[in-house]
């Protein structure tokens, strides 16, 4: 019991450490590392820039574990990913220098589908431009002499306006807004093409 016990304290070490991993890099432009990561105790991104005399600037809590988080550099800023067993989203974030702040330039998920891939496929948005675009499947039991057939949709392209998004706004919230808006550009893609499909188009 006692082997177990300690086993336990030290996953539980690791993990807590792995969440608490920073991110140094040069994020501000001015020459000097700053530093990025993800407070395990309050689930907040932490994120102390050096043009703002490192200043703790901090994310909204999250209810996403933070044991699934993960802070990545990027060109020109850094990414905050969570990746679950069959789903996963990230979040790119960039200092806007004439603001001096901390923005979300952009989101990306990604879904495996149920045990068919039904659903399955990717997706991203850049809030700098709008522009999104989706590449999904879906599973039509009627397919391939009926034995059923996992089905490419067009790819969706269209426009996803929004506010600017500051990290201090940042919350779960923001990504569940642009996964629900990407699920119902899915379900819509997908009543299409069973329609074209239904009428005898390829």
Same mark, same amino acid.
């Given at each position: 019991?006692?082997?177990?016990?300690?086993?336990?304290?030290?996953?539980?070490?690791?993990?807590?450490?792995?969440?608490? @991993?920073?991110?140094?890099?040069?994020?501000?432009? $001015?020459?000097?590392?700053?530093?990025?990561?993800?407070?395990?105790?309050? !689930?907040?991104?932490?994120?102390?820039?050096?043009?703002?005399?490192?200043?703790?600037?901090? &994310?909204?809590? !999250? =209810?996403?574990?933070?044991?699934? &988080?993960?802070?990545?550099?990027?060109?020109?800023?850094?990414?905050? *990913?969570?990746?679950?067993? *069959?789903?996963?989203?990230?979040? @790119?974030? *960039?200092?806007?220098? /004439?603001?001096?702040?901390? @923005?979300?330039?952009?989101?990306? *998920?990604?879904?495996?589908?149920?045990?068919?891939?039904?659903? &399955?496929?990717? /997706?991203?948005?850049?809030?700098?431009?709008? $522009?999104?675009?989706? =590449?999904?499947?879906?599973?039509?039991?009627?397919?391939?002499?009926?034995?059923?057939?996992?089905?490419?949709?067009?790819?969706?392209?269209?426009?996803?306006?929004?506010?600017?998004?500051?990290?201090?706004?940042?919350?779960?919230?923001?990504?569940? !807004?642009?996964? $629900?808006?990407? !699920? =119902?550009?899915?379900?819509?893609?997908?009543?299409?093409?069973?329609?074209?499909?239904?009428?005898?188009? &390829?």
């Amino acid at each position: 019991m006692k082997k177990y016990l300690i086993i336990f304290a030290i996953l539980v070490s690791y993990n807590s450490a792995f969440s608490q @991993q920073k991110l140094v890099k040069h994020i501000d432009f $001015d020459g000097i590392k700053d530093t990025v990561y993800v407070d395990v105790k309050t !689930s907040k991104i932490v994120c102390r820039l050096s043009t703002l005399k490192f200043k703790k600037i901090t &994310s909204k809590g !999250s =209810e996403t574990s933070t044991e699934n &988080s993960i802070i990545e550099p990027t060109k020109n800023g850094f990414e905050y *990913r969570v990746d679950w067993i *069959r789903a996963g989203y990230a979040n @790119q974030f *960039r200092y806007n220098k /004439s603001l001096k702040r901390v @923005q979300l330039i952009g989101m990306s *998920r990604y879904a495996l589908g149920n045990a068919a891939n039904d659903g &399955s496929g990717e /997706s991203s948005v850049n809030l700098l431009t709008g $522009d999104y675009i989706g =590449e999904w499947n879906y599973f039509d039991p009627l397919a391939n002499k009926k034995r059923g057939a996992l089905i490419k949709l067009p790819a969706i392209k269209t426009k996803m306006s929004d506010n600017k998004i500051f990290l201090e706004d940042f919350s779960d919230a923001i990504y569940y !807004s642009y996964a $629900d808006k990407c !699920s =119902e550009l899915f379900g819509f893609a997908r009543a299409k093409r069973k329609k074209f499909r239904n009428n005898g188009k &390829s």
